[in-house]
């Protein structure tokens, strides 16, 4: 059975700070998503990455996947106020479409 | 419209009664999702749309659990004898195809008093 862990499930940090949130998943998977929500609003797909080795980058967000290990992480780098929202990483099942979820890492950026 | 809609935002209903919530995908997209978000915890699938037809309800609950799509447009879940346990926010997400990026409607914020 697929699962999903995100580790830290809250970050608290300073502007300026970089920070990895780390996402490990416990079978095979075919494909690794990260979103973004914001309190009270939708999921905004930030990445998916579909191979090994697999980096993207945006603005100050880059995702990258290693399979052998299960791993996702989202590097934020010189992190801003507008980067506060909650980070989910969800792995997709078996090929099926079906997504399954990280609880989510609560991130809260200090001016 | 421009992204996934979903009616009503928020839906207050008392234990025992039946709901409908609806979601409208982004025009074009064959494929629609619906998951369902508790507090503090990610998406839980709920079921998955190819054009008319589930292709996976694996993940609904239970039998009062219950989601069509007639056309393969609009798709409305559907919950009998509604229970305080299924209070949480409903997404439904659409894309254009299996395995394209996933679009998320703001979600209905069900509440069962």
């Known amino acids: 059975e697929l699962k999903v862990e995100q580790n830290p499930l809250f970050l608290s940090m300073q502007e300026g700070k970089n920070y990895t949130i780390y996402c490990n998943y416990s079978t095979t998977s075919d494909r690794l998503y990260w979103y973004r929500q914001d309190p009270g609003k939708s999921l905004e797909s930030l990445f998916v990455l579909l191979s090994n080795g697999a980096v993207k980058q945006e603005g100050r967000l880059m995702a990258s996947l290693d399979t052998k290990a299960r791993l996702s992480t989202l590097h934020i780098t010189a992190a801003v106020h507008d980067l506060s929202a909650t980070y989910f990483c969800a792995a997709e099942r078996d090929s099926n479409y079906q997504l399954i979820w990280g609880a989510g890492t609560k991130l809260i950026i200090k001016p | 419209g421009a992204g996934v809609s979903q009616t009503p935002s928020n839906k207050v209903t008392e234990k025992g009664k039946y709901v409908e919530l609806r979601c409208d995908p982004i025009?074009?997209?064959?494929?629609l999702y619906w998951y369902r978000q508790s507090l503090g915890q990610g998406p839980e699938f709920l079921i998955y749309?190819?054009?008319?037809?589930?292709?996976?309800d694996s993940g609904l609950p239970n039998d009062r659990f219950f989601a069509v799509r007639p056309e393969g447009s609009v798709s409305t879940l559907k919950i009998q004898r509604t229970e305080r346990g299924d209070s949480a926010v409903y997404l439904c997400?659409?894309?254009?195809?299996?395995?394209?990026?996933?679009?998320f409607g703001q979600g209905t914020r069900l509440t069962v008093v």
């Open positions: 749309f190819q054009g008319t037809g589930a292709a996976d």
């Open positions: 025009s074009g997209h064959t494929a």
């Open positions: 997400a659409s894309s254009k195809g299996p395995s394209d990026e996933a679009f």
